[in-house]
C-alpha cells in the first residue's frame, strides 16, 4: 500500500498561483504514472494532469490546458502541480494517483489508477 503526502491547497485569489505537491512512499516498483484530479462540488471527479512513467508524455484536459503544469522529482518520489491563472471554477479538492507498472509512454485512464492521495482543497475565491 502506498503512503501519500499531499500538500500546497489553500485560499488564493483569482489569477493567483498554486503549487501543489504530492510525494508517494511505499513503493513495489519503480515504474509509474503519475495523475492529478480533482473533485469539485456537485460533478464528477475529473483529470487535470497526467505523466506517464518515463515523463515523456503528459496530458492535459482542455478545460486547464495552458494554465497548469505537472512535474515529478524521481529521486524524491514527488509530483507536483503548478497552476496559474486560477478561476473560481478551479475551486475543489485536488488528489494525486499513481498508477503501477503502466503501459510504457501512455498516461492511464482515471479508472486505471490504484492508488489515491487523500486530497488537498484549493479554493479561488476573493
Known amino acids: 500500500q502506498l503512503q501519500f503526502a499531499e500538500s500546497g491547497g489553500g485560499l488564493v485569489q483569482p489569477g493567483g498561483s498554486l503549487r501543489l505537491s504530492c510525494t508517494v512512499s511505499g513503493f513495489t516498483s519503480d515504474y509509474y504514472a503519475i495523475g492529478w484530479f480533482r473533485q469539485v462540488p456537485g460533478k464528477e471527479r475529473e483529470a487535470v494532469a497526467c505523466m506517464s512513467d518515463s515523463g515523456i508524455n503528459t496530458e492535459y484536459p482542455s478545460s486547464v490546458k495552458g494554465h497548469v503544469t505537472i512535474r515529478r522529482d524521481r529521486k524524491k518520489n514527488m509530483a507536483f502541480l503548478q497552476m496559474g491563472s486560477l478561476k473560481p471554477e478551479d475551486t475543489g479538492v485536488y488528489y494525486c494517483?499513481?498508477?503501477?507498472?503502466?503501459?510504457?509512454?501512455?498516461?492511464?485512464?482515471?479508472?486505471?489508477?490504484?492508488?489515491w492521495g487523500q486530497g488537498t482543497q484549493v479554493t479561488v475565491s476573493s
Open positions: 494517483a499513481v498508477k503501477l507498472n503502466p503501459y510504457p509512454a501512455t498516461c492511464p485512464r482515471e479508472g486505471q489508477f490504484e492508488f
